[in-house]
């Protein structure tokens, strides 16, 4: 079982910047990837980006590649999400989660484990 916690959410104007944590405990040895996902009011949960814990790699959705990146501590069990040149797209209650085999960000499938979430605001 893992535990995750994220932090790091809040108001801001648009352009601006954040750091979302996503922090993990207990048994995380055999997870394969964490991911962060969002939400906005009346919309589906997408994914937004992914780094995978068997070879690094990094993934974006389209909406925020080149502005998001994904990156890990191993030593704090903590993945981060820096935000860059926030819109009030962007705005939205941000999860991360875990995965434990194989896993579709797009598709949203193989993450077990959630985080109960931060809310990301962006004004315009």
């Known amino acids: 079982q893992v535990h995750l916690v994220e932090s790091g959410g809040g108001l801001v104007q648009s352009g601006s910047s954040l750091r979302l944590s996503c922090a993990a405990t207990?048994?995380?040895?055999?997870?394969?990837?964490i991911g962060w996902f969002r939400q906005a009011p009346g919309k589906e949960r997408e994914g937004v980006s992914c780094?995978?814990?068997?070879?690094?790699?990094?993934y974006y959705a389209d909406s925020v590649q080149g502005r998001f990146i994904i990156s890990r501590d191993k030593s704090k069990n903590t993945v981060y999400l820096q935000m860059n040149s926030l819109e009030p797209e962007d705005t939205a209650v941000y999860y991360c989660?875990?995965?434990?085999?194989?896993?579709?960000?797009?598709?949203?499938?193989?993450?077990?484990?959630w985080g109960q979430g931060t809310q990301v605001t962006v004004s315009s």
């Open positions: 780094i995978s814990f068997i070879d690094g790699g990094t």
């Open positions: 989660a875990a995965a434990r085999g194989i896993w579709s960000l797009a598709l949203i499938v193989g993450f077990q484990s």
């Open positions: 207990g048994f995380t040895s055999d997870l394969t990837a």
